[in-house]
């Protein structure tokens, strides 16, 4: 996100020329690599059609979920998960199963994923994206507070997942500055994203830029919205974050919020 993005985009057109020689395994892996690089640029139509050429479906729906929540396409996410979930659930997976309201298909992956090895921070994460989609606003914001402390420096999407429902849990609360906190300290980690974690680090931004003018601080979030917009030069038009900086004081508007709570 720091470095060139005319080289970047060029790069990831390039490889994805070479695609139709692949085939198989060795184009999932590609077409999955391929498909980050594009959403990463904000070029979700581009990653949509590659995911969904994928032969195995655990690649396929994982990809098409992905695109699916950054859209806000409540349908299509459900219906992506719910194929994802023929081969197990994961800790972000589960996470989502919360955020698209599916919460008796998210409590029982929770019980799946507890019978296993745990990996204690991302098994919080979860819990906590269910505490909130349930309406347990302090269980949440107790769970997710512990998580992002146990996540902060992961380059892992559901770290900055989890951070945008807890400032979304602590504006509830009625503590806007707790929310402030909360994404700004997402925000710093920036450095360590994943070509997989950028869409999520973005609608972290956004939320911090939303809730900069909510509190007053305008010239704060302009800074913000004008960084968004640097990294969305080569975006499809209809981007979500896009459409939610289209005019002089965009981040008043929403991104998609997705999904039932």
Not at 153 to 159: Q, Y
Not at 233 to 253: E, F, M
Request: charged share 25%; net charge positive; hydrophobic share 40%.
């Amino acid at each position: 996100l720091a470095g060139d993005l005319a080289a970047a985009l060029g790069e990831t057109e390039r490889v994805a020329k070479t695609l139709d020689s692949r085939s198989g395994v060795e184009f999932d892996a590609f077409a999955s690599y391929v498909g980050c690089g594009f959403a990463r640029l904000g070029k979700l139509n581009e990653a949509e059609r590659l995911w969904g050429r994928a032969s195995l479906s655990i690649v396929r729906d994982t990809g098409l979920a992905e695109v699916a929540f950054m859209r806000g396409d409540t349908a299509a996410f459900r219906k992506h998960l719910r194929n994802r979930l023929q081969h197990g659930p994961g800790y972000l997976v589960t996470a989502y199963l919360a955020r698209a309201g599916l919460l008796a298909e998210a409590e029982q992956a929770l019980r799946q994923l507890e019978t296993g090895v745990v990996s204690k921070p991302e098994f919080k994460s979860a819990q906590g994206e269910l505490a909130f989609a349930h309406g347990r606003l302090s269980d949440a914001i107790s769970l997710l507070e512990e998580s992002t402390s146990l996540l902060h420096g992961s380059p892992l999407p559901i770290f900055w997942l989890n951070s945008e429902t807890l400032a979304q849990a602590w504006e509830r609360k009625g503590r806007p500055d707790k929310a402030l906190e909360v994404l700004a300290r997402a925000s710093r980690q920036k450095r360590r994203i994943y070509p997989q974690s950028a869409n999520f680090w973005m609608r972290v931004e956004l939320r911090r830029a939303q809730l900069l003018r909510k509190m007053g601080r305008p010239a704060e979030a302009e800074k913000v919205e004008s960084e968004l917009r640097r990294l969305l030069a080569y975006a499809d038009r209809n981007h979500p974050i896009l459409r939610a900086l289209t005019n002089s004081q965009g981040a008043k508007n929403s991104l998609p919020d997705n999904l039932p709570r």
